[in-house]
């Protein structure tokens, strides 16, 4: 009778389930990885968003805030500080004697300093739908209370 040495080794059975246990597991790992990278993606999109807003935001508020009063009327009526059209546009004459202009055209939000034209979004940003401009004093002879409602 011949004796087999048992020699130290898998079976064939046992290298096949070893190989589907390691595959189902680089597969779920996998799908982890291609997740966190989406929601990355996501995460720096938002805070993409939420930067251009909050620039846009402090310059908007800057320019209201350091409004002067057109005592000639060239900008808006004269000795008032503010004209609100239609509550989506805000006019107004900087405090270096620009007439300052703030409307949206096409889901961008622009800005007009002496008729120069300026995009403060884009639309690979932020898309703007609306936007409201009221002004809570007499005939836009207080200061304007701005609110920025989202």
């Given at each position: 009778m011949v004796e087999h040495k048992n020699i130290g080794g898998f079976t064939l059975i046992e290298l096949v389930i070893a190989g589907s246990i390691f595959t189902a597991?680089?597969?779920?790992?996998?799908g982890m990885t291609i997740s966190a990278i989406k929601f990355q993606r996501t995460a720096l999109a938002?805070?993409?968003?939420?930067?251009n807003s909050r620039?846009?935001?402090?310059?908007?508020?800057?320019?209201?805030?350091?409004?002067a009063k057109d005592d000639d009327g060239n900008c808006v009526a004269r000795r008032t500080n503010?004209?609100?059209?239609?509550?989506?546009?805000?006019?107004?004459?900087?405090?270096?004697?620009?007439c300052t202009h703030y409307y949206v055209s096409n889901g961008e939000?622009?800005?007009?300093l002496d008729g120069v034209p300026e995009t403060l979004t884009t639309l690979e940003t932020i898309r703007v739908d609306n936007l409201y401009f009221s002004d809570f004093g007499e005939n836009g002879l207080s200061p304007l209370a701005a609110a920025v409602i989202s």
């Open positions: 597991l680089l597969m779920i790992l996998g938002t805070q993409a968003v939420l930067d620039s846009v935001m402090e310059i908007m508020g800057r320019d209201i805030r350091l409004a503010y004209q609100v059209t239609g509550g989506n546009e805000l006019k107004f004459e900087s405090d270096r004697g620009k939000l622009k800005r007009d």
